[in-house]
């Protein structure tokens, strides 16, 4: 079986890459969506994805910063 790239696992590729940098990055501080955009390399995937992340409850958005829910950071425990 290959490995066949999908729009839907593009999206699922961009929110862990995101989540990653705010819950495992070693300073634990609010990124700012133009850092985030910087880290990535493409602003488009990431305000989709930082838009997909609040919906589903994993971040929070305020005055152009980001941080993860408390949700956020009890699921990433579990899965370690």
């Known amino acids: 079986m290959h490995d066949e790239r999908t729009p839907a696992g593009d999206d ?3 929110d862990a890459a995101i989540l990653d940098l705010l ?3 070693d300073h634990r ?18 305000t989709d994805a ?5 919906r589903t409850g994993l971040i ?3 005055d152009g910063f980001v941080f993860p829910t408390r949700a956020a950071h009890r ?3 579990l899965m370690r």
């Not at 133009?34 to 990431?46: F, K, P, S, Y």
């Not at 930082?50 to 609040?54: D, F, I, N, Q, V």
């Open 23 to 25: 819950l495992y990055d």
């Open 60 to 62: 929070h958005r305020r």
């Open 12 to 14: 699922d590729r961009a």
């Open 29 to 46: 501080h609010p990124w700012a969506d133009e850092e985030i955009a910087r880290d990535i390399g493409d602003r488009l995937t990431v």
């Open 75 to 77: 699921a990433s425990k």
């Open 50 to 54: 930082l838009s997909r992340l609040e």
